[in-house]
């Protein structure tokens, strides 16, 4: 995919992202407001915090997709996995903010005395989960569709979302039902969810920002398709590295060690076009041509 393009499709995912938060965020505080529902204001804290995460994302995206320059000769796709580390930042913070709230209603005095949210909460928990839930699939095919991980910590953050809706839904019906105290346990249970989905994409990008190598599976795969190419005779080596979104590729194959240096040359070089040509998420791939040995 060009450049241009996975700009493109990240740009137009995240304006509807922003718009769809904005508006979410404003009903939500209105209906925890009025409904009486601390759950439905922290979840309102939740979906304002998204639009902040998603700029983020944009600056991100837009900064990664730069082509190579003499200050970043390797590009700049480790970018976009510093702005997912910055939207796990973000998630914690909100978490343990909202998680500091309920607690501090449910140890601060009597249970009996905390306010039954209204029917207006309830409806709007089921309006969120609804919402957000497509916000997720239709962010998280735009991801592997660029192969985007900030795009993807973006989705996850709508599915945290989701997830914050339903305790608020939980809550507010069992608040409903004669139990007030499920309204702000409901939202130390948001808490938690919030902060182990920013614990996974923070893992998730720190993992590629040390140059792990690819899983065992991918790496099969490259030895499967390089074997496949006329005058490979063994693959000595292959060592692979993520680099954000995407990984490197450097690899020592055997061909004969009696051919002319152009012939070996042409084998190494269909070796470099198979990688690149099956594994599009291959940024550079490297090729050591040694003598067979069949020893």
């Not at 505080?29 to 204001?41: K, L, N, P, Q």
Request: with cysteine; aromatic share 6%.
């Amino acid at each position: 995919m060009q450049t241009s393009e996975m700009k493109s499709v990240a740009t137009r995912v995240s304006i509807y992202t922003i718009i769809v938060n904005v508006l979410l965020s404003i009903l939500k505080a209105v209906a925890g407001i009025f409904g009486h529902s601390s759950a439905m204001i922290s979840d309102a804290v939740h979906s304002a915090s998204d639009v902040f995460s998603t700029i983020i994302v944009m600056i991100g995206v837009h900064i990664s997709a730069k082509q190579e320059d003499s200050s970043h000769q390797y590009g700049h796709e480790r970018v976009e996995s510093i702005a997912a580390i910055l939207l796990a930042v973000i998630l914690t913070l909100t978490g343990f903010g909202i998680g500091y709230a309920g607690l501090s209603k449910i140890l601060g005095g009597d249970a009996s005395d905390i306010t039954v949210p209204g029917i207006l909460p309830l409806v709007m928990a089921v309006v969120s989960i609804i919402v957000k839930e497509g916000m997720y699939w239709y962010t998280i095919a735009a991801a592997k569709k660029v192969q985007s991980d900030a795009l993807r910590a973006d989705a996850w953050h709508h599915r945290s979302d989701a997830f914050s809706s339903i305790g608020s839904l939980i809550g507010i019906a069992g608040a409903r039902m004669g139990f007030p105290v499920l309204d702000p346990i409901a939202s130390v249970i948001i808490c938690i969810l919030i902060i182990k989905a920013a614990y996974d994409i923070a893992k998730d990008a720190i993992v590629k920002l040390v140059d792990s190598s690819c899983d065992q599976s991918v790496e099969q795969k490259i030895c499967e398709v390089v074997m496949q190419q006329d005058g490979v005779k063994r693959v000595d080596l292959l060592k692979t590295r993520l680099f954000g979104s995407r990984f490197y590729v450097d690899i020592e194959i055997s061909v004969d060690g009696y051919l002319p240096l152009y012939q070996a040359h042409g084998i190494a070089e269909r070796v470099h076009d198979a990688i690149e040509a099956n594994f599009p998420g291959a940024k550079h791939c490297m090729v050591h041509v040694n003598p067979y040995d069949e020893t």
